[in-house]
């Protein structure tokens, strides 16, 4: 009994540290970085989101016995293995990229060669979590609706943001849908499975087996959230004392009641695939 007492103490020390080298990650490199030096180095967003990428695998294969702990379903875990290297391929349609993260550059391979062992670990280890069912498909439209939603209601405070120089289109109905639905599928790679799995996953069920109660874990959540986009202080305050407080706690509340992060996922890659479209559309039209 003493013995899988001290086991089961030495696993929960690794999670932990794990989660502190996630926020380590996030607040100190790239939000200290961008933020101090108020610029975006080059080598700064593929370091981060590399790192990311591969603790989160790392903390997913870790507690693979006790993911629903932490809002990890099968939906959830799909879109981690799937949209992070279909972002690299977004990339490579869209050109320009200068992340070095686009398909085939080493760096856009290098997520491929994490989410392929991924899947091929938990294969072997033969992984067991509920099958997807109607009521996660269910949450995940909730999820969408609701960050359209929330996308919508920002809208103007996002226009207010928009110097009139970046103006130059008339926003054309067919245009506009397809590159908010390709933003959408882009976003769930580059922010939701970036950010999702630590901070309404992770960390909500780290703080959860503590004996936090959740609507402080739901506010921790959101703060810790805000404060890992203090950059947007230099160039986007309405977005750092607003729209992302706002959007964290919508987030955090769909991992909350769904108990999913693919719900979280979903509010997330729809608030970022639409938001800024919506304020540049009002922007246009306020001229």
Same mark, same amino acid.
């Given at each position: 009994?003493i013995?899988?007492?001290n086991?089961?103490?030495?696993?929960?020390?690794?999670?932990? #540290?794990?989660i502190a080298?996630l926020?380590?990650?996030?607040?100190?490199?790239l939000?200290?970085?961008?933020?101090?030096?108020k610029?975006?180095?080059? =080598?700064?967003?593929?370091?981060?989101?590399?790192?990311?990428?591969?603790?989160?695998?790392?903390?997913?294969? =870790?507690?693979?016995?006790?993911?629903?702990?932490?809002?990890?379903?099968?939906?959830?875990?799909?879109?981690?293995? #799937?949209f992070?290297?279909?972002?690299?391929?977004?990339?490579?349609?869209?050109?320009?990229?200068?992340?070095? *993260?686009?398909?085939?550059?080493?760096?856009?391979?290098?997520?491929?060669?994490?989410?392929?062992g991924?899947f091929?670990?938990l294969r072997?280890?033969?992984?067991?979590?509920?099958?997807?069912?109607?009521?996660?498909?269910?949450?995940?439209?909730?999820?969408?609706?609701?960050g359209?939603?929330?996308?919508?209601? #920002?809208?103007?405070?996002?226009?207010?943001?928009?110097?009139?120089?970046?103006?130059?289109s008339?926003?054309?109905l067919?245009?506009v849908?397809?590159?908010?639905?390709? %933003?959408?599928?882009?976003?769930?790679?580059?922010?939701a499975?970036?950010e999702?799995?630590?901070?309404?996953?992770?960390l909500?069920?780290?703080?959860?087996?503590?004996?936090?109660?959740?609507?402080?874990?739901?506010?921790?959540?959101?703060?810790?959230f805000?404060?890992?986009h203090?950059?947007?202080? %230099?160039?986007?305050p309405?977005?750092? =004392?607003?729209?992302?407080?706002?959007?964290?706690?919508?987030?955090?509340?769909?991992?909350?009641?769904?108990?999913?992060?693919a719900?979280?996922m979903?509010?997330?890659?729809?608030?970022?695939?639409l938001?800024?479209?919506v304020?540049?559309?009002?922007?246009?039209?306020r *001229?």
């Amino acid at each position: 009994m003493i013995a899988h007492s001290n086991v089961k103490g030495v696993h929960d020390k690794i999670t932990l #540290l794990l989660i502190a080298g996630l926020l380590c990650l996030r607040l100190p490199l790239l939000a200290g970085v961008r933020y101090f030096s108020k610029t975006n180095p080059d =080598w700064l967003w593929p370091s981060f989101e590399i790192g990311t990428y591969l603790l989160t695998a790392i903390l997913i294969w =870790w507690e693979k016995d006790r993911l629903a702990d932490f809002h990890i379903d099968k939906l959830a875990l799909a879109i981690i293995i #799937l949209f992070k290297p279909v972002e690299t391929i977004i990339r490579t349609l869209w050109g320009n990229d200068k992340s070095g *993260l686009a398909f085939p550059n080493p760096l856009g391979l290098a997520l491929w060669t994490i989410a392929i062992g991924l899947f091929i670990t938990l294969r072997v280890g033969r992984l067991e979590l509920p099958r997807i069912q109607a009521i996660n498909i269910r949450w995940f439209i909730i999820g969408i609706l609701g960050g359209i939603a929330v996308a919508l209601l #920002l809208g103007y405070p996002m226009s207010l943001q928009i110097d009139k120089s970046d103006l130059t289109s008339k926003p054309e109905l067919i245009a506009v849908v397809v590159q908010v639905s390709l %933003n959408f599928v882009f976003q769930l790679g580059y922010a939701a499975v970036t950010e999702e799995p630590l901070f309404r996953g992770f960390l909500w069920g780290y703080f959860r087996k503590l004996g936090w109660k959740e609507i402080w874990i739901w506010l921790l959540q959101a703060g810790l959230f805000a404060l890992s986009h203090i950059y947007y202080l %230099n160039t986007a305050p309405i977005s750092f =004392w607003l729209i992302v407080p706002t959007s964290a706690l919508v987030m955090g509340v769909s991992a909350w009641r769904s108990r999913s992060i693919a719900t979280s996922m979903a509010v997330h890659g729809a608030i970022n695939g639409l938001g800024y479209t919506v304020g540049y559309i009002i922007a246009f039209y306020r *001229l």
